[in-house]
Nanobody
């Protein structure tokens, strides 16, 4: 059974930085698109950043220039480097990935989430 396990969340002051990691474990044929989402209290989950298997990236306007998504395909891991953090970045951050368990079958998987809290 494949799992996505996030780490790296925590409490940071405004203007600080955090680096989130999300590692996939289990029987994996290939990992296609990977992404980070976040959900603040009382709000809907929103897309933060995406990265394709080839390394193409896309970002929400609210984090452009501050966040950077990257991946290490050899380690089945995706990262989110978050700089110049703001209190409005406070949320639970979720990893998401399209997992290929065989050449003919792929499915979407979520991590359990990691809390990021930015104090003013």
């Amino acid at each position: 059974q494949v799992q996505l396990v996030e780490s790296g969340g925590g409490l940071v002051q405004a203007g600080g930085s955090l680096r989130l990691s999300c590692a996939a474990s289990g029987i994996i044929f290939n990992i296609y698109d990977m992404a980070w989402y976040r959900q603040a209290p009382g709000k809907q989950r929103e897309l933060v950043a995406t990265i394709t298997s080839g390394g193409s990236t896309n970002y929400a306007d609210s984090v452009k220039g501050r966040f950077s998504i990257s991946r290490d395909n050899a380690k089945n891991t995706v990262y989110l480097q978050m700089n110049s953090l703001k209190p409005e970045d406070t949320a639970v951050y979720y990893c998401n990935a399209d997992i290929g368990s065989s050449p003919m079958y792929a499915y979407n998987l979520w991590g359990q989430g990691t809390q990021v809290t930015v104090s003013s």
